[in-house]
């Protein structure tokens, strides 16, 4: 007699895992840290095409248009916002000043956060000696007001972009140098480490393949965060007159060119104090989803509500 099959005890297959949603999948899901995304999307466009769209309407003079009100299109759509005290369109002012504004964020924040980085994986990976020596070093830098340090340096090198890149990245370098110190620390002992130790791994390949992968996402959420503090540095020493300098615009330059008119013509400050506002929290509100979304321990959080059914409560994962 041939065996009979049970066909009701067979195993089924087991259902495949849920892949994890993808990070845009996510931030469509938070709706302030999308909008944030959308509007800095925005801003950078603006800044990159500003200069080549309308730099020459930005400059263009008209006494005839002097301090034009704004929300009116009888001199055209570039007034919409208004003119300025030399009748120039402030709209068009606006989206020019946005490249210097972000060109010199941008180029502080790369910089401080390559040379900080570089000098905090080592100070966190090598001996005790060079650590020492690196963080006196960082020490010193931190002794001295970020502000007033910019205010010496920029009075005695003069007012110019490069400079102000220079002088405020070299201010930012210790942030970035104790976090990586920190986070070094902390990963080098952990067991992937330390089996890339014994297997005989150069110093080289265990820094840039097993610790600074674990370390970046930490440094790109700090550097979110200081985009808009150097984003807001750069406009105060525009504000005090040491920083970049006509023809060159920045948002910070307006709001200083436009404090004589404030009783007269609030425009001419207000609109570019409430780009470099919108910037700032744009830029915070990102780096806090980013701080969860980079995190492994953190993304759970935004990976079930992206997959939950709406008006389903995520649940939170179990341990043990």
Request: net charge positive.
């Amino acid at each position: 007699m041939s065996p009979v099959t049970d066909t009701s005890l067979a195993k089924s297959p087991a259902p495949a895992p849920r892949a994890a949603p993808p990070l845009l999948a996510m931030l469509w899901r938070d709706k302030l840290a999308f909008a944030s995304a959308v509007i800095l999307l925005l801003i950078v466009v603006a800044a990159l095409l500003g200069p080549a769209l309308l730099g020459e309407m930005a400059n263009d003079q008209n006494l005839r248009g002097r301090n034009f009100a704004p929300f009116s299109f009888a001199r055209g759509w570039q007034f919409f916002l208004g003119g300025d005290s030399l009748g120039r369109p402030m709209l068009a002012r606006l989206i020019v000043a946005a490249h210097s504004t972000i060109l010199i964020a941008a180029g502080t924040v790369a910089a401080a956060a390559l040379v900080g980085a570089a000098a905090g994986l080592v100070a966190g990976y090598m001996g005790k000696t060079t650590s020492q020596v690196i963080m006196r070093l960082a020490d010193v830098i931190m002794s001295f007001p970020s502000l007033l340090l910019a205010v010496v340096v920029l009075y005695v090198l003069g007012p110019s972009i490069p400079n102000m890149i220079l002088v405020l990245a070299i201010t930012r370098i210790p942030i970035y140098l104790r976090t990586t110190r920190a986070e070094v620390l902390e990963v080098r002992e952990r067991m992937f480490v330390q089996a890339a130790v014994v297997m005989g791994a150069s110093h080289r390949r265990i820094i840039f393949r097993h610790i600074l992968p674990v370390v970046a996402p930490t440094l790109l959420t700090i550097a979110t965060l200081d985009f808009a503090f150097v984003m807001l540095a750069e406009s105060s020493l525009s504000f005090l007159g040491i920083g970049v300098q006509p023809p060159d615009i920045t948002w910070g330059l307006m709001v200083a060119q436009g404090r004589p008119y404030l009783t007269t013509a609030w425009w001419l400050a207000f609109w570019p104090g409430l780009l470099i506002v919108i910037t700032a929290l744009a830029l915070n509100l990102l780096s806090g989803w980013m701080r969860i979304a980079l995190d492994p321990n953190q993304r759970w959080r935004l990976e079930a509500r992206s997959t939950a059914p709406s008006g389903a409560k995520p649940a939170s994962p179990t341990h043990g």
